[in-house]
């Protein structure tokens, strides 16, 4: 199991990273919420890392805050939740309003997460209630250092010049499992000339929860 990783960003594609390790590259998706703290390319950065095996392929996923990457663990062992879904919905909360969500049973709030219909919103708070209480023995603030990370909304972010932050941030709510149509209607009516592709995810995540 790969735990941990630090290396340099080569390039960031929401959700997606390119991490130098090494000069080994991993490709790495991580939820919104740890992407934004994500420093900008040619920085460094350490990541808690979960990896999964497939016949096909090795899926592998970061996170800033071990707390993030603990409940990403139990959301993938719950029925009818995969690595995708689990993401989307570390996205779209962080982990403490997730964990917030599930033991107020507030199925309003998990419903609003693309994938996640009542059904699987009730699934979840019955699975979950009792294993999320496990998740108080884990520090909230269990963050790799501070130097390794930076807030930013630096255009600096985009891959390329190429792609405009607005085609970047409906490709990235697609790929968390939003429909095209949503994702394009959202991110024009937040869309301003200086925003960077970042903040019109945040923003329009924002607007859908």
């Known amino acids: ?19 130098d390790v090494a000069g080994v590259g991993y490709e790495i998706q991580l939820p ?3 992407f934004y703290q994500l420093p900008d390319i040619n920085e460094s950065v ?15 996923f970061g996170f800033t805050e071990r707390l993030e990457r603990s409940l990403f663990r139990i959301l993938i062992k719950a029925n009818g939740v995969g690595p995708k879904l689990a993401c989307t919905i570390l996205s779209g909360m962080t982990a403490e309003q997730f964990v917030a969500a599930v033991m107020h049973e507030d199925i309003t709030a998990l419903v609003k997460m693309p994938g996640v219909g009542k059904k699987t919103a009730e699934r979840l708070v019955v699975e979950l209630k009792d294993k999320l209480n496990n998740l108080e023995s884990i520090p909230a603030m269990g963050t790799l250092p501070s130097t390794a990370l930076s807030n930013t909304d630096s255009s600096a972010s985009i891959l390329s010049p190429k792609v405009s932050a607005k085609d970047e941030a409906i490709s990235a709510l697609i790929a968390l499992g939003y429909k095209r149509n949503q994702a394009e209607t959202t991110v024009n009516k937040i869309a301003s000339e200086d925003a960077s592709s970042e903040q019109l995810i945040r923003d329009a995540l924002k607007s859908m929860v």
């Open 46 to 60: 350490s990541l808690f890392t979960h990896l999964i095996v497939r016949e096909d392929a090795h899926l592998l």
């Open 1 to 19: 199991m790969i735990a941990r990783l630090q290396g340099t960003i080569l390039e960031k594609m929401p959700p997606e990273i390119l991490l």
């Open 32 to 34: 919104m919420t740890s």
